[in-house]
């Protein structure tokens, strides 16, 4: 089951926002770069929050209570998150077919591979099934699927209590084949952050045996994987700003995705739509305020309100 044991990372480079690690840097580890591995402190640090923001997420979506995105300020968070992906031409395949699987489960209690293959992208079907199954070990990993018993993968790996109380919380009398967008959006993101941080973690293992969590997402070639940063880079911008701020310029995101060489039209397109204006921009993440030269942006109060709540409970808990 190992699909991709034979994957060297190198060491030069952090695995999740894409920067490279010069030597003399001072890299905390290999693999992965100070910003998305902060030193273990007492300190409530971007991967506290990470952690923390998705427990608390999962405890929200096991409730079998219908799913409010809007009234429940974690959910909408991560939809956010999910929201982001949806606008990245690659991984949004793969929202897609979570999606699908979501419907399908909460339809029928179980999934079918071969309805995913439809919102696959790839030059054949054996690209196209190998994209099925990076995001079956991805569902896998982040705890919706589970291994079960069977010859075909749909029974392998079958749907787990999560994907169960999840599907149970969705109103299915709307659905068609999709999911309301909002809904798809926080889902995907849930699993995108969970599957964030379980490849931190096994990054700082020292990336040993074949990747898990996210980094089972990533696109492929000759041998080697390819970084997606155009959503892990803003992502891991965003959350640890999040962190420690309540604003941030233009300019502060701009330097910082530059040194992950996200320049020119693709960097407009990310600052773009942070600040709504291109289509489909739907998000919470942030007010915008145009001086008539750059943005300004500021974090969504109630988000600067969970990491209070999420910080406030590191604290409380360090004294125990
Ligand atoms: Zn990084």
């Given at each position: 089951m190992s699909i991709d044991s034979h994957i060297q990372l190198s060491k030069?480079?952090?695995?999740?926002?894409?920067i490279k690690l010069f030597p003399g840097?001072?890299?905390?580890?290999?693999?992965?770069c100070y910003w998305c591995?902060?030193?273990?402190?007492y300190e409530f640090t971007v991967k506290d929050f990470i952690s923390d923001l998705v427990k608390e997420a999962e405890e929200n979506l096991r409730q079998?209570?219908?799913?409010?995105c809007e009234e429940i300020d974690v959910l909408s968070l991560v939809a956010d998150i999910g929201a982001l992906a949806a606008h990245h031409t690659y991984l949004k395949q793969f929202s897609d077919m979570l999606g699908l699987i979501t419907v399908q489960v909460a339809l029928e209690h179980r999934y079918t591979p071969q309805k995913l293959i439809k919102v696959v992208s790839g030059t054949n079907k054996a690209e196209k099934w190998k994209r099925v199954r990076q995001c079956l070990y991805f569902l896998l990993d982040t705890g919706l699927l589970e291994r079960g018993e069977g010859r075909y993968i749909y029974e392998r790996l079958r749907p787990s209590d999560l994907l169960l109380s999840l599907a149970d919380s969705i109103e299915v009398i709307e659905l068609?084949?999709?999911?309301p967008p909002r809904l798809a959006n926080c889902i995907a993101g849930y699993a995108l952050l969970k599957g964030i941080n379980y490849s931190i973690e096994w990054l700082q293992r020292g990336a040993q045996n074949e990747p898990i969590g996210i980094i089972r997402l990533y696109p492929r070639k000759a041998g080697g994987l390819m970084i997606p940063k155009l959503f892990t880079a803003p992502v891991m911008f965003l959350l640890s700003y999040l962190t420690r701020n309540d604003e941030f310029s233009e300019e502060d995101l701009r330097r910082w995705l530059s040194a992950r060489e996200i320049r020119g039209k693709l960097l407009d397109r990310c600052v773009n739509w942070l600040a709504r204006v291109?289509?489909?921009?739907?998000?919470?993440?942030v007010s915008a305020q145009f001086d008539g030269y750059l943005y300004h942006f500021r974090f969504n109060p109630i988000y600067m309100r969970i990491r209070e709540r999420l910080r406030e409970r590191k604290r409380r808990r360090s004294y125990i």
């Open positions: 030069d480079r952090c695995w999740i926002c894409g840097q001072v890299p905390l580890q290999p693999y992965l591995s902060p030193e273990k402190t079998k209570m219908l799913i409010k068609k084949e999709t999911l291109v289509p489909g921009s739907v998000h919470k993440l």
